[in-house]
């Protein structure tokens, strides 16, 4: 970091601010990259430089960075009601008005909609529901749950546990009891010799229900799974994978929990990962793009058969003792409702899939170059993983932090993207990204790449 004055952002930051999801040593000596506006899909720092945003911050901003009818939307909704909750049958009409619009737009049938503020909260909170649930219909014992290996779905206590991901157990003391992590869908790094991917399906359908067995099916609960993998590596499964493990589900009685928190609201070219994948999930999540991030927003939404049980055990209890204080919140649900309204109205859905090609066909244009192991994706996700060793697909030692460095380059090219765990490089830039801007983030993205390849070439 170039020496700033004690009394800097820079400074200040290093003084007072413990980041999320950084590493604090090395923080005190980079300092932070202080982005003070956006507009489209750019972002801006304090010295004026541009960037793309190719992550559309953290999979979530997905109208860019300047929506006005969002400001409005909020600006509106502070002057008539800018707060009130949902608590003892208490409401308002833009969390009715929102749970209302959710429903109509999922793919498969949902009766409820629960209101929380993060990613995070609402995983929590269907970890709560399934053992809510089985308690409700008389299964004490059916209280497992199953994630997968790499998964993705928070870091509170219960929905960090679901996260496949050591960097989020190692020394947290997670995962907690019954969470259980059955294997990961990715083709590349976990089939075997010559399998294909319509055998290594089938193969990973089998172990789950052997690992169903193993621990007994009256003991397990639910399964969540993120339609597409997103922070454990942008891995999109094997066509047919879904409906194997559906199946499974299906004969154990076990709910099955979509995860649509970065897939929700156009992402992998339908509306849902659900309809992309052909999911018949029980409860889904949704947060990110709920909102466009304008302001933070998620839900839970569940099927009819969990929302009786649950209504009926409330009944029994007195109350359902579960919520926030900022569940359903006004201002957030007026501009999620303002959200939605814009993605109908400028169709995103079709704009993704008119843009989706240049994103996924530009990016496999560097599947020949010597770092890149794998280009990955579906609809406007994406991920490009460098390897060691190409024929054997090793991927680099951690400690030379190759990802990192590539993150780095890219930033300095005005490209910002995220470096994920085994050096997968994350693009998942704003849905209203225009053609050209897909090209300049191909194109700025490539010097990156050959940045990178000159590092590990004089390693
Ligand atoms: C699939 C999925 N679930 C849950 C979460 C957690 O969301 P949050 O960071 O808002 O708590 C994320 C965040 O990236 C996610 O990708």
Known sequence: MVMQPANSPEARDIANVLHPYTNLKKHEETGPLVVTRGEGVWVYDNAGKGYIEGLAGLWCASLGFG??????????QMRELPYYHAFASKSHV???DLA???KQMTPVPMSHVFFANSGSEATDTVVKMVWYYNNAVGRP????IISRIKAYHGVTVASASMTGLPANHRDFDLPIRNIIHADCPHHYHFAEPGESEEEFATRLAANLEKLILDEGPDTVAAMIGEPVMGAGGVIVPPATYWDKVQKVLEKYDILFIADEVICGFGRTGNMFGTETFNLRPNMMTIAKALSSAYLPISAVLVDEKVYAAIRDNSDRIGTFGHGYTYSGHPVSAAVALETLKIYEERDIVGHVRRVMPKLQNGLRRYADHPLVGEVRGVGLVAA???VSDKSTHENFDPALGVGAYCMARAQDHGLLIRALAGDALAFSPPLVISEDEVGMI????GKALDDTAAMVGSL
């Open 67 to 76: 929506e006005e009818r969002l400001i409005e939307a909020a600006t509106r």
């Open 94 to 96: 833009p969390m009715i």
């Open 100 to 102: 209302e619009k959710i």
């Open 141 to 144: 014992e059916k209280k497992k």
């Open 384 to 386: 490009v993983e460098l």
């Open 442 to 445: 191909v194109d700025r993205f």
